[in-house]
T-cell receptor, first 111, second 116 residues
């Protein structure tokens, strides 16, 4: 599979912005995703971005893509305690049906 | 609407015993199906995916196998479990079709497998 890297932990104070980072290796990746996993549950798609885009905004979520550096980030504005979860970055190569996930970043929001 | 069912939710099995985890999807036809494993403290690893009945692609060599006997049924099996097989197993599906509209994975609620 492809390598998708994320930092493991992030703590922020309630009301601050959170930025979760991800790097990937497959230059042919056409679609990049952010998923959220709450404790003991499956993953839910938060947002996705196409490789021909640099930025996508969806309410409190902003995704930035730097194709040259193969770097993806997710910014959560006004982070709430309900945002505490594990966030996974994922990529899907242009040539297949696979989805490759990162290691996940555990976000803790401190009240 | 589409739903995905995965069972059991938790499973405790002794080393060397067989395994069968089942996943079914409702409300759609001819989906792509996936098995992922999430080991403690690690990321999500793609184990198998299937684009159709009887078509299985394996991503990593291991003592697990997958089968797709029906269009919307995906089964993960092992003849003899190892301690290292412990983890959280997730089934997922996606639609087929022209990108990008169908490029999303929908996950089941997972099975926590403990091999003792």
């Amino acid at each position: 599979g492809e390598d998708v890297e994320q930092s493991l932990f992030l703590s922020v104070r309630e009301g601050d912005s959170s930025v979760i980072n991800c790097t990937y290796t497959d230059s042919s990746s056409t679609y990049l995703y952010w998923y959220k996993q709450e404790p003991g549950a499956g993953l839910q798609l938060l947002t996705y971005i196409f490789s021909n885009m640099d930025m996508k905004q969806d309410q409190r979520l902003t995704v930035l893509l730097n194709k040259k550096d193969k770097h993806l980030s997710l910014r959560i504005a006004d982070t709430q305690t309900g945002d505490s979860a594990i966030y996974f970055c994922a990529e899907s190569p242009n040539t297949g049906n696979q989805f490759y996930f990162g290691t996940g970043t555990s976000l803790t929001v401190i009240p | 609407s589409q739903t995905i069912h995965q069972w059991p939710a938790t499973l405790v099995q002794p080393v060397g015993s067989p395994l069968s985890l089942e996943c079914t999807v409702e409300g759609t036809s001819n989906p792509n199906l996936y098995w992922y494993r999430q080991a403690a403290g690690r990321g999500l690893q793609l184990l198998f995916y299937s684009v159709g009945i009887g078509q299985i692609s394996s991503e990593v060599p291991q003592n697990l196998s997958a089968s797709r006997p029906q269009d919307r049924q995906f089964i993960l099996s092992s003849k003899k479990l190892l301690l290292s097989d412990s983890g959280f197993y997730l089934c997922a599906w996606s639609l087929k079709g022209q990108r990008p509209t169908n490029e999303k994975l929908f996950f089941g609620s997972g099975t926590q497998l403990s091999v003792l």
